[in-house]
């Protein structure tokens, strides 16, 4: 299994729809973030959580909220999605305060709105 | 975190080493350096780090200026499977500031046969 584990891998959803993206780690990591990339863009930082109970907005939180259901689960929801949310989506953990082996990242969701 | 410029493309025959050149002039003597890859719309793969020192691991070696203020990511013997785009980041280790990392759009990478 992956370390970190995205579902689902693909989404269309409608505007206007409520989606949530799921993130599950087998690392033990205390930290998990939530990365949005556009097509020729490098990755923007959207919430981040240092443990269970502190999620921190990044630099594009808008139109977004996280919850933290354990250490190992961290879920990313568009309450009402719009077009230009069309993005692929990645989780990532790290250890504190970053490791020897970085970042950790998921597959990745691509989520298409319509 | 201090910024940092890649050539946006290189080219590398299949076998030889790859190069890859990073400037970070305005780097802090308390932030490190990152080389991350993505393979093709792939989740990012961490590569390498260091501060002062060179690096090596079984996937690359980092070489960082005596000043900093560059460094150069090798891949020793490139495959085609090496083709992906490279990111250079720089970042604190510790403290506030070091849970970001801020991806730019990298140097895309091709390996030729």
């Known amino acids: 299994d992956a370390d970190v584990t995205q579902t689902p891998r693909n989404r269309i959803t409608k505007t206007g729809k409520r989606i949530m993206l799921e993130c599950s780690q087998t690392?033990?990591?205390?930290?998990m973030y939530w990365y949005r990339q556009d097509p020729g863009l490098g990755l923007r930082l959207i919430y981040y959580?240092?443990?269970?109970?502190?999620?921190n907005k990044g630099e594009i939180s808008d139109g977004y909220s996280v919850s933290r259901q354990a250490q190992a689960k961290f879920s990313l929801s568009l309450e009402s999605a719009i077009p230009n949310q069309t993005a692929l989506y990645f989780c990532?953990?790290?250890?504190?305060?970053?490791?020897?082996?970085?970042?950790?990242f998921g597959s990745g969701t691509r989520l298409t709105v319509v | 975190d201090a910024k940092t410029t890649q050539p946006p493309s290189m080219d590398c025959a299949e076998g030889r080493a790859a190069n890859l050149p990073c400037n970070h002039s305005?780097?802090?003597?308390?932030?490190?350096v990152y080389w991350y890859r993505q393979i093709h719309s792939q989740g990012p793969q961490y590569i390498i780090h260091g501060l002062k020192n060179n690096e090596t691991n079984e996937m690359a070696s980092l070489i960082i200026t005596e000043d900093r203020k560059s460094s150069t990511l090798i891949l020793p013997h490139a495959t085609l499977r090496d083709t992906a785009v490279y990111y250079c980041i720089v970042r604190v280790g510790s403290g506030a500031g070091s849970y970001q990392l801020t991806f730019g759009k990298g140097t895309k990478l091709s390996v030729i046969p």
């Open positions: 690392k033990g990591h205390d930290r």
């Open positions: 305005t780097i802090s003597g308390n932030e490190y």
């Open positions: 959580s240092f443990d269970v109970k502190d999620i």
């Open positions: 990532a953990t790290s250890d504190f305060p970053g490791g020897r082996d970085g970042y950790t």
